[in-house]
């Protein structure tokens, strides 16, 4: 049966609460509101005891109305005699008002205002600037070192690294390059047939594979793939106090687990560019010779022709730069990361988006440079 | 569903019964023919040196990993035969706290205690949020509802996550290393507590401990498993164990080494 409540007055000042049955969680149980309007509506109460002989089992259901009554008493300065309480009861919510709340913690569970949340964020990204500063600082320090021979880091850890961002990172490449070819043939060539000139679909892919969309592909794809790799990492490692580990042994972090990443990058980057655009022009060509009537010798020649070692230089110059900034954003944020699960996932979003971020700036800044100096 | 569970005959005051449990990774067996009882309302303690496999024996009793062979029984009940839906209902009634917490990190405190509440119950956003402050409230934490596990500290965080294990009223509460970690009176605290809910709640309640501190503070009975025979070599009151064993290995550990 669920449980029975009933409020007596054994004298004018003494309030009785009189509790029966079975007072679950999972069961419907009477709600203190009669308690409380008792005590708002007769002041002459100075104490609350309760008879709890009745009840035939209890679990958090009790508690919280207990907890409920304690409180009501405590707002109306009531005293409580919790001895008529069952036995267990009395003696947890003993426990449960053993610590006070604590109380002005700062905690507000209310979004602040639109205007403050403005406020908080700008300051937040102000403060962010010369962290971001200093990590390039170190970085650039450990590249000096690594020069002059002196950076300790572990050659084993950097091949496993190169591994990870070059070979493994092919078929993906591999994969989006030959999309791109592809579909950067196709569009062309579309438009060129209109003129009879489908033959510069060649220069159309081999220049745009080279110079741009080669090293933009992999970068973006890099950027998701190794960036949010290197800050998770990172991020994970300074969850478990690896980070810390090292510094407490004299080992430089940025030395020992940043250089080699960023290296591994920058050795790496080159190469993937030159693959993907070299998968690109052979999707070119299978647009060409498939779709629209044009020999594999033809489009050889024309691809020929067409390029220059400045294109290719340029292409690998910005698959470079871009690669420096994937690095440098994984590891940053990685470095930057908090102590717990959420904020390693916040690092691994925040990676990519920087990376992307980053890659396009350094794109539209290269490619307006490279026109201004007519290369 | 009935036609599913398997009932073994068992002490009647026996809550877990484990039945010639032998633990293995893969070929390599962790520990062999475990046979031991754990009462209704006891305290029960799992102990033995380093890399025993306690933490690996407290798995096998909280359902996350199955016995290589063997059977452990929930009042008769054999776990590792009974359909999902049963081992679900024998697993509602368990409440763990981890060696670290293992509080969720992307939740508030009030949220990691209402989780279970919310998928478990149907009481009210009201009646939760009571319950929630109820709970902290029991563990010292009231007021603490709104921090992030990241913006409190380790012992805290081991008070939080006792709060959530006791969030639906577990008849069975398990702790791994409990105070590891604590300071000594942190840990002496906890112990109090632990001892508090059996009293006041009649919890069973079994821990994986070497804290020989609190294992005679505690301990209503204890299992030993050593990690070289890679079986149980006692099982019995502590400090009857400490002062009457007839097993040198078992004095000395009891003894800290110190006979």
């Given at each position: 049966m669920p449980g029975q409540l009933n409020l007596q007055f054994p004298s004018p000042d003494n309030l009785r609460v009189v509790l029966a049955d079975s007072w679950l969680l999972t069961d419907s149980r009477p709600s203190p509101d009669d308690i409380a309007l008792q005590l708002q509506s007769r002041s002459d109460i100075h104490s609350i005891s309760f008879d709890g002989t009745a009840v035939t089992q209890w679990d958090s259901g009790l508690l919280i109305f207990l907890a409920r009554v304690f409180q009501l008493a405590g707002e109306h300065s009531i005293n409580i005699d919790p001895d008529g309480l069952p036995d267990g009861a009395r003696r947890m919510m003993t426990l449960a008002t053993a610590v006070p709340a604590k109380e002005d913690t700062g905690k507000h569970s209310e979004h602040p205002p639109l205007l403050e949340r403005i406020g908080l964020r700008s300051l937040s990204m102000w403060r962010a600037a010369p962290e971001m500063l200093q990590f390039l600082g170190d970085v650039t320090l450990s590249f000096g070192r690594l020069l002059r021979g002196t950076a300790q880091f572990r050659r084993s850890d950097l091949m496993l690294i190169v591994e990870d961002v070059g070979p493994h990172a092919l078929p993906i490449v591999s994969l989006i390059s030959f999309l791109v070819g592809l579909i950067v043939a196709y569009m062309g060539a579309v438009q060129l047939a209109q003129f009879g000139a489908q033959i510069y679909i060649a220069n159309l892919v081999s220049l745009g594979m080279t110079r741009e969309m080669g090293a933009l592909m992999t970068g973006i794809i890099m950027a998701g793939r190794t960036g949010a790799a290197f800050a998770a990492q990172l991020g994970t490692m300074q969850v478990n106090e690896e980070i810390d580990a090292f510094r407490t042994l004299g080992f430089n972090p940025i030395d020992f687990l940043v250089l080699p990443r960023m290296l591994a990058l920058v050795l790496m980057m080159p190469l993937l560019v030159l693959y993907a655009g070299i998968v690109g022009i052979t999707a070119g060509m299978f647009v060409a010779v498939t779709a629209f009537d044009i020999s594999t010798f033809e489009y050889y020649q024309q691809t020929v022709r067409s390029m220059a070692w400045t294109h290719i230089w340029v292409g690998v110059i910005k698959g470079t730069v871009y690669g420096i900034l994937i690095a440098f954003a994984g590891c940053l944020r990685g470095m930057q990361c908090g102590r717990s699960a959420q904020a390693v996932g916040e690092a691994t979003t925040s990676a990519v988006v920087t990376g992307i971020l980053f890659i396009v700036i350094a794109a539209s800044l290269l490619t307006i440079m490279f026109q201004e100096l007519g290369i | 569903m009935e036609a599913t569970t398997v009932l073994y005959e068992t002490d009647p005051d026996a809550h877990i019964s484990v039945q010639d449990l032998t633990m293995a990774y893969g070929d390599f067996v962790i520990q062999r023919d475990l046979n031991f009882t754990i009462r209704r309302g006891d305290i029960f303690i799992i102990m033995g040196g380093s890399g025993c496999g306690k933490s690996t024996l407290l798995r096998h009793l909280i359902g996350l990993k199955a016995p290589a062979s063997g059977r452990v029984l929930y009042d008769g009940i054999s776990y590792w035969e009974s359909s999902p839906a049963d081992q679900q209902r024998i697993k509602r009634g368990f409440g763990m706290s981890f060696q670290s917490g293992a509080l969720w990190s992307s939740l508030t405190l009030a949220e990691n205690v209402a989780l279970p509440l919310g998928e478990y119950t149907d009481l009210t956003a009201a009646d939760i949020a009571e319950v929630v402050s109820l709970k902290l409230s029991l563990v010292g934490?009231?007021?603490?509802?709104?921090?992030?596990?990241?913006?409190?500290?380790g012992g805290m965080q081991k008070r939080a996550a006792l709060a959530r294990a006791i969030a639906l009223d577990p008849a069975i509460l398990f702790f791994d290393e409990p105070s590891a970690g604590l300071d000594p009176i942190s840990s002496r605290r906890l112990d109090d507590l632990i001892l508090e809910l059996r009293v006041s709640l009649g919890t069973t309640i079994v821990v994986v401990t070497h804290e020989l501190a609190s294992i005679f503070t505690i301990a209503d009975n204890v299992v030993f498993l050593d990690a070289e025979t890679r079986t149980m070599i006692a099982t019995g009151n502590p400090k009857t164990l400490r002062d009457e064993s007839p097993d040198p290995r078992v004095r000395r550990f009891l003894n800290r080494g110190e006979i």
């Open positions: - | 934490l009231s007021g603490f509802e709104e921090f992030y596990p990241s913006e409190i500290s």
